[in-house]
């Protein structure tokens, strides 16, 4: 339960934040803003404030759309709207989807230039939310490699786990990314380890033995049987493990501003290198070599995630800030980036497109994308053998 209550908030963050980012560039540039919604219909109540400036509390989604409908007779006003569904929230700008071109306070009257900006500012949204989570992050103290630190304070050294190969005896003993691995167990004493050279060395001498190690994971200590395989892949190792000697490193205010941009950017870039590689082998025919997570998948490594720690949990919840940006980016129609591609072409050709076309558009590939998203959320079913482990709870 507590797992699930994190994830809501993680993802009403990213997306309330995104929505704000519509919200604020429309009202700036002004576009009229019919509704902001936190969280998702049915709704509880709205609040507005009338041409009078009067503020007045609303009940329930009908009175609220006979508020929004009161707009055809000119009174202007934006509704924020409290609602049951606690994802996030979303925004509903006029003229949004074409209509009302007539209005000099619609969207659809505005030039190219003001719609993209409109289009982009909740990427731009999420990029910042990002930036602002990494540096907070760097302030606080966040765990990073030894050799990465500099001009940090560093403190809480630690041999950690950074990655468990597929079809490994790491994986079958259970071990994750993130383990902290503490000593092992030699002729029933308990040895400890004070570098990684030290856990590869034991390792390398049990080959074929089973061996106990003894593991932190967040707060609880496990012990973890397994046997280091005699012949492994090259690159591998008996165990499939990474291992990197990581620190607590915290930086002053500035020095973590600066670097919680930076390190937003090459994030950002390293996620476009993934995405190109895995588009470029889905096009050419080869295996994807990528594991992808839909919602379920996200659900289970926040959980994981947020064992390890609440600075593991900013760094995760910044990650997923800038994968949101990045695929709605993406020029896929029904998606943020799809919207400016259309504006684009407009503005290419000298004329709008059919607003019929557009709309089919954008209705397909909402299809696709929510296809995708089943797709994807059973898989993840299956990977994480859910299924199994609900039937086990009843």
């Known amino acids: 339960m507590i797992t699930v209550l994190i994830f809501i908030f993680i993802l009403g963050l990213l997306v309330f934040v995104h929505e704000l980012g519509h919200f604020l560039v429309a009202r700036r540039n002004g576009v009229e803003v019919e509704e902001f919604g936190f969280g998702f219909p049915p709704r509880i109540f709205g609040v507005y404030w009338n041409w009078e400036g009067k503020r007045r509390i609303i009940w329930g989604s009908k009175e609220i759309e006979e508020v929004r409908e009161a707009r055809k007779i000119g009174e202007e006003k934006t509704v924020y709207s409290f609602n049951w569904i606690p994802l996030g929230g979303f925004v509903k700008i006029t003229g949004e989807d074409g209509e009302k071109k007539g209005n000099p306070k619609s969207f659809a009257s505005k030039p190219p230039f003001t719609r993209v900006r409109i289009l982009a500012a909740g990427v731009v949204m999420n990029f910042l939310l990002a930036a602002a989570l990494f540096s907070f992050g760097f302030w606080l103290g966040v765990p990073q490699p030894a050799e990465e630190v500099k001009n940090g304070k560093v403190g809480n050294e630690k041999i950690q786990i950074v990655d468990v190969g597929k079809g490994t005896p790491a994986e079958a003993m259970g071990i994750r990314a993130g383990d902290e691995i503490l000593g092992a167990m030699k002729e029933n004493n308990l040895v400890k380890f004070s570098s990684v050279e030290e856990v ?183 990977k994480f053998d859910l299924v199994e482990k609900a039937i086990n709870l009843f």
């Open 200 to 382: 590869q060395n034991f390792i390398g001498e049990n080959k074929g033995s089973q061996v106990i190690l003894e593991i932190q994971r967040g707060k609880e200590k496990l012990e973890i049987f397994g046997t280091p395989r005699a012949d492994f892949p090259e690159g591998e190792g008996p165990l499939g493990i990474g291992l990197a000697k990581i620190v607590v490193a915290k930086y002053p205010w500035y020095r973590a501003i600066a670097k919680g941009f930076q390190y937003t950017f090459d994030l950002t870039i390293t996620f476009i290198s993934f995405l190109g590689l895995l588009i470029w082998r889905l096009i050419v025919g080869q295996p994807a070599g990528l594991d992808v997570s839909g919602p379920v998948g996200i659900a289970v490594l926040t959980g994981q995630v947020a064992q390890l720690g609440f600075d593991y949990l900013i760094r995760f919840t910044a990650m997923l800030s800038v994968n949101l940006a990045i695929i709605n980016i993406l020029p896929i129609p029904a998606l943020d980036g799809g919207r400016i591609l259309f504006i684009l072409i407009e503005r290419l050709k000298g004329s709008p497109i059919s607003q019929k076309f557009e709309q089919r558009a954008h209705s397909l590939g909402f299809a696709l994308l929510i296809s995708l998203m089943v797709f994807v959320t059973v898989r993840d079913f299956m």
